[in-house]
């Protein structure tokens, strides 16, 4: 029942979509005669699309059929990014020949040849995944060889890398400290996932529930500091990828440290007589 439900909702949408058109052709009524009469000729093709179906139930299912054209282009359009050929034709000919109940294949062996298509597209990606690992690591190696050279920086036991840019006077912080700071998060080709100061709002949070590079490093730093430190991945995210940092990545950090943030104290218990 999900497979049809997410395949009508995609119908609604293509359905919605002619609904706007229809909209956006009254609204130009007082635009010059040339587009006034492409916009009548657009909606007088869908007013005849509309009149093709003969009722509600024939509407509904060719919907269902463009949903699903729409679910198969895009996922051969996925398929092909990885490096897959799959014919559409072919595709078209399992979906004809199961309507005319004279399929070629048997559901069992359906089932199986998807299953093998299933573990293609697995060794697909964890084969492009391993040699982007590879890459980000020789990529981060050679920053941090290259960042180590410059004045000022300090590389501690675990790896870290740090350069202090502003130093202040305040006290350290323990890893148990909650901690206020503006900080901008790069990779190493200078692309920037994340910024505090974009959002023009500084971050709070205890330190000991970051990665373990910041949770270190911030305790290196005195309030009103302004560090850059550079992160091996395995002070990071490691192997764990998402959509902004690849798996394997060295970070770089720009870190203000604006405050230690102590929590309140309760109020003193008053002893009555």
């Known amino acids: ?23 956006k052709a009254a609204e130009t009524q007082s635009a010059e005669p040339a587009k006034v ?3 009548a000729a657009d909606t007088a093709t869908a007013e005849q699309a509309k009149e093709a179906f003969a009722s509600e139930d024939q509407k509904s299912a060719y919907a269902i059929g463009a949903s699903l054209a729409q679910y198969l282009a895009a996922n051969l359009d996925q ?9 559409r034709d072919d595709v078209l000919a399992g979906v004809s020949d199961v309507f005319a109940n ?13 299953q093998e298509l299933d573990k293609r597209v697995s060794d697909i990606v964890a084969e ?19 960042f180590e050279k410059q004045d000022g920086v300090a590389k501690t036991e675990s790896g870290l890398l740090y350069q202090v840019e502003k130093q202040g006077e305040g ?13 901008k998060g790069m990779l190493t080709d200078g692309t920037e996932f994340d910024s505090s100061y974009k959002r023009n709002q500084p971050a709070t949070f205890p330190l000991n529930q970051v990665i373990p590079g910041w949770t270190e490093g911030v305790q290196l730093m ?7 430190f550079v992160i091996p991945p395995e002070l990071a995210y490691g192997s764990q990828a998402n ?4 798996a394997n990545s060295t970070l770089v950090f720009e870190v203000e440290l604006l405050e230690i943030v102590k929590a309140k104290q309760p109020a003193a218990e008053v002893k009555t007589q």
């Open 1 to 23: 029942m999900k497979p049809v439900l997410k395949m009508s909702v995609l119908a609604a949408t293509i359905l919605l979509a002619v609904g706007c058109q229809d909209e």
């Open 37 to 39: 009469e492409q916009v």
């Open 79 to 87: 398929q092909k990014e990885l490096g897959l050929e799959l014919n």
């Open 102 to 114: 004279k399929s070629r294949m048997t559901p069992e062996e359906t089932q199986q040849a998807l």
């Open 128 to 146: 492009k995944a391993k040699v982007e690992s590879e890459k980000n690591i020789k990529a981060g190696e050679d920053f941090r060889a290259e």
């Open 171 to 183: 006290e350290k912080p323990a890893a148990t400290d909650t901690v206020k700071v503006h900080y």
């Open 222 to 228: 005195p309030v009103g500091s302004k560090f850059k």
């Open 243 to 246: 959509p902004s940092i690849p």
